[in-house]
């Protein structure tokens, strides 16, 4: 029996849209947030919609993770996610901006949406006092893929034949393969500095 690794999300009114695969996120940008908050939330990565790709979705809510310096953009995206599918409205953000007049335009204009934080994890900004925090300069390092490993991994190399690929952890899978670019990288970058 083969189990999908890809995640599917049935929305309210009986459709269901399925996510990217785990692997297929990108390791830049706001892939590593957008990995770090699906497992937080035990949701679907990159959820294809009718019109357009959410970031994060679970059953009952739509999330769109932008830095805080374009959150009036994503605000306009997940309001139009959440249109399409019915599921309540989620705004994740990370980086420094004035969280207080975020979470208050959010509050006072738009009733219903919720809005997440990254602050070294995600954290749902539910009150003033949740919103006044001192940022810090590790809340813009992104998450590691090897934080996100969901399960145990077996005592194998995920690269050998004899391996059915559906043992390996896909966290685990992107983890180790963002790490063979980061070396290949690194050794490109230090032939050209020899030569």
């Known amino acids: 029996m083969t189990r999908s690794l890809r995640k599917r999300v049935t929305a309210p009114d009986g459709r269901s ?32 919609l009718p019109v357009g790709r ?25 309001l139009a996610y959440a249109g399409q599918t019915g599921q309540r409205p989620a705004l994740a953000l990370f980086g420094a901006a004035d969280y207080l ?20 994890h995600w954290v749902e900004v539910s009150s003033r006092a949740k919103a006044r925090f001192a940022h810090r300069p590790e809340y813009d390092v992104p998450p590691a893929f090897g934080e996100l490993a969901s399960v145990p991994l077996p005592d194998v190399h995920p690269f050998d034949s004899h391996v059915s690929p559906d043992v390996i952890d896909p966290w685990e899978r992107a983890r180790r393969a963002a790490l063979f670019e980061r070396a290949h990288l690194a050794g490109v970058e230090m032939r050209r500095a020899s030569a």
């Open 54 to 78: 959410a970031d994060v979705a679970t059953s009952t809510t739509i999330f769109e993770v932008e830095p805080a310096a374009r959150w009036r953009a994503g605000l306009r995206q997940v």
């Open 101 to 120: 007049k975020i979470f208050l335009f959010i509050r006072d204009r738009l009733p219903g949406t919720s809005l997440w934080v990254y602050r070294g």
């Open 17 to 48: 849209y399925s996510g990217r695969w785990p692997q297929q996120i990108p390791h830049t940008g706001e892939g590593p947030f957008i990995a770090a908050l699906a497992r937080t939330v035990n949701g679907a990565c990159e959820v294809v």
